[in-house]
């Protein structure tokens, strides 16, 4: 199976009386989340399903990915939110039974992407992995019980060099 | 200081006969190699130095970005070879004591880049990079005496992400 995190685009500053949860992105980061998902398309890079985490801006990536034909289904998921946890995610992942030749994309936040995407390569984060916003990794999940420590990263790039 | 390694493109298959040391890109490795690093150059890539493998398919490589205007100058490193150490490269790149700012291409061989880029972020190998030939790992190196275990990844990316 192969996952793709992708970090949401460039969003409306933290501010008082802005709940987290509702701030959108700005015209500059649907403009060039636009852009990625466009360039996404012309590389031939398709998704079976978009999973979201449920806040705005990245339901807001989502749905742009979807308007690009990456993908013909979002579906939102708890796990993907700021607090949520690789660990319940790799539950529900491995209850829905997806056939191997899945391609999956994961629209969420940092530092949960970096970290999990660190988890599953090499077992442990060390936030060593640099995602910008917009930005993507792509992993390789073997057929086994766990992939914790055992994904293999064939793509890491920031919106720039998809532009 | 960001370093980019890159794998030499597509080679003349290994035959009874022909050292390895001289195999040549094949015309598709050529025109592969080409493509990259025409859209490198397009995406405003360039490096300060190009070091290379002394092997005849990774100078070959080097030479490419060099024809692209990547980088102006071209310098062979035996460290870079397949049974180079990183950890000699590591000494003679401190002795150029380069400035910080400096962007160096290091051309060369699978396992090998794979392995140098795993240890210098992660401080080990565990064969989990995949990096395809033509394709582009970037790490940024602190400033540090020795960035084992200590740099972070920016960039990894197969050519067909490049075309």
Same mark, same amino acid.
């Not at 660990?87 to 491995?94: A, G, S, V």
């Not at 914790?148 to 720039?160: E, R």
């Given at each position: 199976?192969?996952?793709? @995190?992708? %970090?949401?685009?460039?969003?409306?500053?933290?501010?008082?009386?802005?709940?987290?949860?509702? %701030? /959108?992105?700005?015209?500059?980061?649907?403009?060039?989340? %636009?852009?990625?998902?466009?360039? @996404?398309?012309?590389?031939?890079? +398709?998704?079976?399903?978009?999973?979201? /985490?449920?806040?705005?801006? !990245?339901?807001?990536?989502?749905?742009?990915?979807?308007?690009?034909?990456? /993908? +013909?289904?979002?579906?939102? !998921?708890?796990?993907?939110?700021?607090?949520?946890?690789?660990?319940?995610? @790799?539950?529900?992942?491995?209850?829905?039974?997806?056939? *191997? *030749?899945?391609?999956?994309?994961?629209?969420?936040? *940092? $530092?949960?992407?970096?970290?999990?995407?660190?988890?599953?390569?090499?077992?442990?984060? +060390?936030? %060593?992995?640099?995602?910008?916003?917009?930005?993507?990794?792509? #992993?390789?999940? $073997?057929?086994?019980? !766990?992939?914790?420590? *055992?994904?293999?990263?064939?793509? #890491?790039?920031?919106?720039?060099?998809? #532009?």
């Amino acid at each position: 199976m192969e996952i793709y @995190l992708i %970090r949401h685009g460039i969003a409306q500053e933290r501010e008082i009386g802005i709940p987290d949860e509702v %701030r /959108s992105l700005t015209n500059k980061g649907k403009d060039k989340t %636009r852009q990625v998902a466009g360039r @996404l398309y012309d590389l031939g890079v +398709r998704f079976d399903v978009v999973l979201t /985490s449920p806040l705005v801006r !990245s339901r807001q990536t989502a749905e742009i990915l979807h308007e690009y034909k990456l /993908s +013909r289904e979002i579906t939102e !998921s708890a796990h993907l939110a700021p607090n949520g946890s690789i660990y319940d995610w @790799l539950d529900w992942l491995k209850a829905q039974q997806y056939p *191997q *030749q899945t391609q999956l994309a994961l629209v969420g936040h *940092q $530092p949960n992407l970096g970290q999990w995407a660190e988890i599953l390569v090499w077992g442990e984060d +060390r936030a %060593r992995l640099i995602l910008k916003k917009a930005g993507i990794i792509g #992993l390789t999940l $073997p057929e086994t019980d !766990s992939p914790i420590g *055992q994904a293999q990263l064939f793509w #890491l790039t920031p919106p720039k060099f998809l #532009l």
